[in-house]
């Protein structure tokens, strides 16, 4: 492509000795450049550009440059060593491990949309019921719930009774009338879409409900025996590792290397040069290659999430109606859910500049370019980081027209019809990739909040402050300022920008009444279920004070914090979406840059591409096309006149 368009522009210029045959075209461009008409300025040797092969060649090195950091986090926690698992053991009857999983397998049964907590030496595992806030006890193979210790089920169960005893009692010191509200608000849209799971698991497979969760104490064995008994290595031997052989690893691992093969593929046909006259099939590249990186996220999450769950090994090899059941220690865990969430930051972030570039050209993937700063600044979107835009400004003139009418002129009228279709199809994927995000973050938060409150227990001096009074309520202060910025972000979009016209792809505006019932709605949402993950996050004042005195997180306070858990990330991820990587103006460019020239021939290289420059134009100054980059956009456009007279060249 770069080639091609020095031979363009040697063919055009003025300056015969730029077009003598002996010269090459390093040395043409260099004399068309600002200092090429002064007899004392000489190119130097070492401005030849990279080869060809060379260009390709790192362009397949930045694909797995890209991906390599996945597939490595994947790949080492998967290998954790057996004894670096973690028993589900404690003082009596007040410890154990707490996880939650939507879809059942063989070694460990789904347990819906509630928190379960398994311990070794504890027969029945323990849940707590919502709305009621009361935690039960589940029958082995039979789904009859026993609430009460003293019903006459227990009489043979004495450590399921003594646990459900001690949850009883965190429960009802734990909850008052404010925590049971803030438990019911933040259950209900968690329920509502973890429930066709839990029904298809239940009904589609045989490994939904914890009334299928194995024993957690052997028939014939002691409490303290069975406890002694899971903690040696040879019973640890015994653990099913479901993140190391489980189905989820693989996908995770194909869906990786698809997803570098197809970046590296978008960045050989840019740079080859082979597709200078059809621009369209690289950006379906680069579609395809965000899909796959969307399917990732979620192919990831879903690995990562097993690393907060439990781990079982039969105490006995021929025995698998017992378990002793291990956990990943909280920063292993902790680390398997962080690196997913840099995956999404990624995606979301090469979503946006992917729809820029369907709108104003392709860009290479695997190459940062340093540019000067004083043209930088004089280019529309320079303080984003971002030179995919309507107005670039450089030094010398392409004459080879814009991205516009060249792909026009390529793929004809349809083809930003198809690129606002495949755009569309992977704004959809990018809310389901958010609600995956968000049923992953219940137990990631549990496992977080786990992990300070047992550091904050070992801490001493300055870090313990910090932790105890910094740390620990951190994840509260962090919803109330992501409810305050979604509520700021949904005036704007509502009532200061008419995001509604651009959704529904309308060229008259939408209602006020409209468009305030849905601010209303929205925003009145917004409050409750930043207050409700508020007042669930912030920590007991034993925590805070002297955590070394305080008892462990009781079922009661997991589930409150996933749950809380649940809303924040939605929260977060909606706020990014909308600030950060938005994307719906140029969809509705894109929808409209498609039908521009279908009804009439003549005019695709004139009127057509004047009237669709003119229309971002106005919806940049008009502030309508994100309030993010707004006030950036409309300074560009107020001073185009002025850059483009300055510099010897701005071309769109």
């Given at each position: 492509?770069?080639?091609?368009?020095r031979?363009?522009?040697?063919?055009?210029?003025?300056?015969?000795?730029?077009?003598?045959?002996?010269?090459?075209?390093?040395?043409?461009a260099?004399?068309?450049?600002?200092?090429?008409?002064?007899p004392?300025?000489?190119?130097?040797?070492?401005?030849?550009?990279?080869?060809?092969?060379?260009?390709?060649?790192r362009?397949?090195?930045?694909?797995?440059?890209?991906?390599?950091p996945f597939?490595?986090?994947?790949?080492?926690?998967?290998?954790?060593?057996?004894?670096?698992?973690?028993?589900?053991?404690?003082s009596?009857s007040?410890?154990?491990?707490?996880?939650?999983?939507?879809?059942?397998?063989?070694?460990?049964?789904?347990?819906?949309?509630?928190?379960?907590?398994?311990?070794?030496?504890?027969?029945?595992?323990?849940?707590?019921?919502?709305?009621?806030a009361?935690?039960?006890?589940?029958?082995?193979?039979?789904?009859?719930?026993?609430?009460?210790?003293?019903?006459?089920?227990?009489?043979?169960?004495?450590?399921?009774?003594?646990?459900?005893?001690?949850?009883?009692?965190?429960?009802?010191?734990?909850?008052?009338?404010?925590?049971?509200?803030?438990?019911a608000?933040?259950?209900?849209?968690?329920?509502?879409?973890?429930?066709?799971?839990?029904?298809?698991?239940?009904?589609?497979?045989?490994?939904?409900?914890?009334?299928?969760?194995?024993?957690?104490?052997c028939?014939?064995?002691?409490?303290?025996?069975?406890?002694?008994?899971?903690?040696q290595?040879?019973?640890?031997?015994?653990?099913?590792?479901?993140?190391?052989?489980?189905?989820?690893?693989?996908?995770?691992?194909?869906?990786?290397?698809?997803?570098?093969?197809?970046?590296?593929?978008?960045?050989?046909?840019l740079?080859?040069?082979?597709?200078?006259?059809?621009?369209?099939?690289?950006?379906?590249?680069?579609?395809?290659?965000?899909?796959?990186?969307?399917?990732?996220?979620?192919?990831?999450?879903?690995?990562?999430?097993?690393?907060?769950?439990?781990?079982?090994?039969?105490?006995?090899?021929?025995?698998?109606?017992?378990?002793?059941?291990?956990?990943?220690?909280?920063?292993?865990?902790?680390?398997?859910?962080?690196?997913?969430?840099?995956?999404?930051?990624?995606?979301?972030?090469?979503?946006?500049?992917?729809?820029?570039?369907?709108?104003?050209?392709?860009?290479?993937?695997?190459?940062?370019?340093?540019?000067?700063?004083?043209?930088?600044?004089?280019?529309?979107?320079?303080?984003?980081?971002?030179?995919?835009?309507?107005?670039?400004?450089?030094?010398?003139?392409?004459p080879?027209?814009?991205?516009?009418d060249?792909?026009?002129a390529?793929?004809?009228?349809?083809?930003?019809?198809?690129?606002?279709?495949?755009?569309?199809?992977?704004?959809?994927?990018?809310?389901?990739?958010?609600?995956?995000v968000g049923?992953?973050?219940?137990?990631?938060?549990?496992?977080?909040?786990?992990?300070?409150?047992?550091?904050?227990?070992?801490?001493?001096?300055?870090?313990?402050w910090?932790?105890?009074y910094?740390?620990?309520?951190f994840?509260?202060?962090?919803?109330?300022?992501?409810?305050?910025?979604?509520?700021?972000?949904?005036?704007?979009?509502?009532?200061r920008?008419d995001?509604?016209?651009?959704?529904?792809?309308?060229?008259?505006?939408?209602?006020?009444?409209?468009?305030?019932?849905?601010?209303?709605?929205?925003?009145?949402l917004?409050v409750?279920?930043?207050?409700?993950?508020?007042?669930?996050?912030?920590?007991?004042?034993?925590?805070?004070?002297?955590?070394?005195?305080?008892?462990?997180?009781?079922?009661?306070?997991?589930?409150?914090?996933?749950?809380a858990?649940?809303?924040?990330?939605?929260?977060?991820?909606?706020?990014?979406?909308?600030?950060?990587f938005?994307?719906?103006?140029?969809?509705?460019?894109?929808?409209?840059?498609?039908?521009?020239?279908?009804?009439?021939?003549?005019?695709?290289?004139?009127r057509?591409?004047?009237?669709?420059?003119?229309?971002?134009?106005?919806?940049?100054?008009?502030?309508?096309?994100?309030?993010?980059?707004?006030?950036?956009?409309?300074?560009?456009?107020?001073?185009?006149?002025?850059?483009?007279?300055?510099?010897?060249?701005?071309?769109?």
């Open positions: 492509m770069i080639r091609r368009a031979r363009e522009q040697s063919s055009l210029s003025d300056d015969d000795d730029s077009t003598d045959e002996g010269d090459d075209l390093e040395l043409q260099w004399r068309e450049g600002i200092y090429g008409e002064m004392d300025m000489r190119m130097p040797r070492y401005y030849y550009e990279t080869r060809t092969w060379i260009l390709c060649l362009s397949i090195a930045g694909a797995v440059a890209v991906v390599s597939y490595l986090v994947t790949n080492h926690v998967s290998n954790i060593l057996t004894s670096g698992f973690e028993p589900c053991s404690g009596g007040t410890s154990g491990c707490t996880y939650m999983r939507f879809w059942g397998s063989d070694d460990l049964p789904g347990s819906g949309f509630s928190f379960v907590r398994v311990m070794n030496g504890v027969s029945r595992p323990l849940a707590l019921s919502v709305p009621g009361q935690p039960y006890a589940v029958e082995w193979q039979t789904k009859k719930a026993h609430f009460s210790a003293d019903d006459v089920y227990f009489h043979g169960d004495p450590s399921t009774k003594y646990a459900l005893e001690h949850q009883v009692r965190s429960a009802e010191e734990y909850f008052d009338w404010q925590r049971r509200l803030s438990l608000i933040m259950k209900l849209p968690l329920c509502f879409l973890v429930a066709p799971l839990t029904w298809m698991s239940e009904h589609w497979t045989d490994h939904g409900g914890m009334h299928l969760v194995p024993s957690g104490l028939a014939g064995v002691a409490t303290v025996s069975m406890v002694n008994q899971c903690e290595d040879d019973v640890k031997e015994r653990i099913y590792n479901h993140l190391r052989d489980g189905s989820s690893r693989w996908i995770v691992i194909s869906v990786l290397v698809l997803w570098c093969l197809c970046l590296a593929m978008h960045d050989l046909m740079l080859s040069g082979m597709f200078d006259d059809d621009f369209a099939t690289p950006l379906y590249v680069s579609g395809v290659a965000a899909f796959l990186q969307g399917i990732a996220c979620v192919a990831l999450f879903t690995w990562a999430v097993g690393a907060t769950e439990v781990f079982p090994a039969p105490l006995v090899a021929e025995d698998p109606s017992c378990m002793c059941y291990y956990q990943l220690p909280s920063f292993q865990a902790v680390l398997a859910l962080s690196t997913p969430l840099l995956l999404v930051y990624d995606w979301m972030r090469r979503l946006r500049l992917l729809a820029m570039s369907c709108l104003f050209g392709d860009h290479v993937f695997s190459a940062v370019f340093i540019a000067p700063h004083h043209l930088v600044r004089k280019t529309m979107l320079w303080s984003q980081g971002i030179l995919i835009s309507p107005k670039v400004v450089g030094t010398m003139k392409d080879s027209g814009s991205w516009y060249q792909m026009m390529q793929s004809g009228p349809n083809a930003f019809d198809h690129l606002s279709c495949m755009l569309r199809g992977l704004w959809v994927l990018r809310f389901i990739v958010s609600i995956r049923l992953s973050a219940a137990p990631f938060m549990v496992r977080a909040k786990e992990l300070l409150f047992s550091v904050s227990q070992g801490a001493t001096g300055d870090s313990s910090i932790l105890r910094v740390a620990q309520p994840p509260s202060i962090v919803v109330i300022v992501v409810g305050i910025l979604m509520v700021k972000n949904l005036h704007d979009r509502f009532l920008h995001v509604v016209r651009v959704l529904v792809r309308s060229n008259d505006k939408a209602s006020p009444c409209v468009r305030w019932s849905l601010f209303l709605v929205l925003s009145g917004t409750i279920f930043t207050a409700a993950s508020a007042e669930g996050l912030w920590p007991e004042y034993m925590y805070m004070v002297d955590p070394k005195e305080a008892e462990p997180p009781s079922l009661a306070q997991a589930e409150v914090w996933g749950s858990g649940f809303v924040c990330f939605i929260l977060v991820i909606c706020v990014v979406m909308m600030e950060a938005p994307i719906d103006a140029e969809l509705f460019l894109l929808s409209k840059a498609g039908d521009e020239k279908k009804d009439s021939k003549d005019s695709r290289s004139s057509g591409s004047r009237s669709f420059r003119h229309d971002i134009g106005d919806r940049a100054s008009s502030e309508e096309l994100s309030p993010s980059s707004s006030s950036s956009r409309r300074k560009c456009l107020q001073a185009s006149k002025d850059h483009c007279e300055e510099t010897r060249v701005c071309f769109y």
